[in-house]
């Protein structure tokens, strides 16, 4: 059995009796459904114990895809695909799937992995400026001084006459 949410969260309706490959054939890639196929045969075998299988899981998280009425994929959102094998009387006897839509978390996890690469940037651009050796530094520092000065005495004198085109030709 399943649940109505799961219709909406992959636009799927009458899943009764549907292979789980078959859903998600055509919304997420070969190489993917071939992982998967590989998969659901090791979630059947009972002498695997959970936490390997937990590890191989490749639907854990996927990138599900939504087709037009063309059959073009459209749109996409991420979905993660959790198994959970019951044992009754140490044999295999049910085995559960929880789908959840995982989109808004991987938006977020993109968006804080943006900032840490903008501050990993920033960092180093201040560490490059902070190496700079100071000979040039103060050099530098001493040219735009000039200018600043050059700049201000320039405009002092030209008050009277307000002409700042002459200003201007003279800071170049």
């Known amino acids: 059995g399943y649940t109505s949410v799961l219709e909406e969260i992959i636009d799927v309706t009458d899943l ?3 292979n789980v490959l078959d859903i998600l054939k055509n919304r997420i890639t070969e190489e993917t459904i071939k992982s998967a196929t590989d998969y659901l045969t090791f979630l059947f075998r009972e002498d695997l114990d959970e936490e390997t299988i937990f590890e191989l899981n490749p639907l854990s ?16 959102k991420y979905l993660s695909f959790k198994f959970k094998r019951i044992f009754y009387k140490e044999r295999l ?3 559960l799937c929880i789908v959840e839509d995982i989109s808004e978390n991987i938006k977020l996890d ?10 990993r940037n920033q960092m180093e651009w201040m560490m490059n400026i902070l190496h ?16 600043l000065n ?11 006459s307000a002409d700042y085109t002459v200003v201007a030709r003279e800071m170049d």
């Open 150 to 160: 050059k700049m201000e005495n320039l405009l002092k004198n030209s008050m009277e």
């Open 93 to 95: 006897a049910l085995v």
């Open 61 to 76: 998280k996927i990138e599900f895809h939504f087709q037009n009425k063309l059959g073009l994929w459209s749109t996409s």
């Open 16 to 18: 009764a009796g549907k």
């Open 132 to 147: 700079i050796q100071p000979d040039l530094m103060r050099e530098f520092l001493n040219v735009i001084d000039f200018k």
């Open 110 to 119: 993109n968006q804080l992995e943006k900032a840490h690469e903008n501050n």
